[in-house]
């Protein structure tokens, strides 16, 4: 989990999603990544434009579907994917193996590289700014392959 990323970072990547957290992401909308997509950014922009926080994993790991409270280790990082797990029904990465899901990841441990989106209904915090479904100012999901 990398933190206030420089822009030229996601250099010769595509972008996928660019959405407010007040929007959301749909688990179909996740499957919907081509599959030739090798790798994939996961990540939120701050209101200034930079990136706040986001990680890399290989496609098949970031959208592998994870029980609730049970995400898997790729790439140095903690991954979950839960579609339809109705109040755990949520999607992110922490640097930390430690979940709470509750709809978001409301785990405080290493809260700084969190990143939690509710699927269908909103996004829930980018680092330590959360309730973000509230706020379409504060920051943007994004996905880039």
């Known amino acids: 989990v990398q933190l206030s990323l420089p822009n030229s970072f996601l250099d010769g990547w595509t972008l996928m999603y660019d959405?407010?957290?007040t929007e959301?992401?749909?688990?179909?909308?996740?499957?919907?990544?081509?599959?030739d997509a090798k790798h994939i950014f996961?990540?939120?922009?701050?209101?200034?434009?930079?990136?706040?926080?986001g990680a890399v994993g290989l496609r098949e790991e970031v959208l592998r579907e994870t029980e609730p409270n049970q995400p898997h280790e790729h790439n140095e990082v903690w991954w979950y994917f839960c579609p339809g797990s109705h109040m755990y029904d949520s999607f992110g990465f922490s640097k930390?193996?430690?979940?709470?899901?509750?709809?978001?990841?409301?785990?405080?441990?290493?809260?700084?590289?969190?990143?939690?989106w509710h699927l269908g209904s909103g996004g829930w915090r980018a680092g330590l700014v959360e309730?973000?479904?509230?706020?379409?100012e504060e920051a943007d999901a994004e996905l880039w392959r």
């Open 19 to 21: 959405i407010p957290y």
């Open 24 to 35: 959301g992401i749909t688990a179909a909308g996740l499957r919907a990544v081509p599959t």
């Open 42 to 53: 996961v990540g939120a922009r701050a209101p200034d434009g930079t990136i706040r926080l």
């Open 96 to 116: 930390s193996s430690n979940i709470r899901q509750n709809a978001g990841d409301i785990g405080e441990e290493e809260g700084e590289y969190r990143l939690s």
């Open 131 to 136: 309730g973000l479904q509230e706020d379409s």
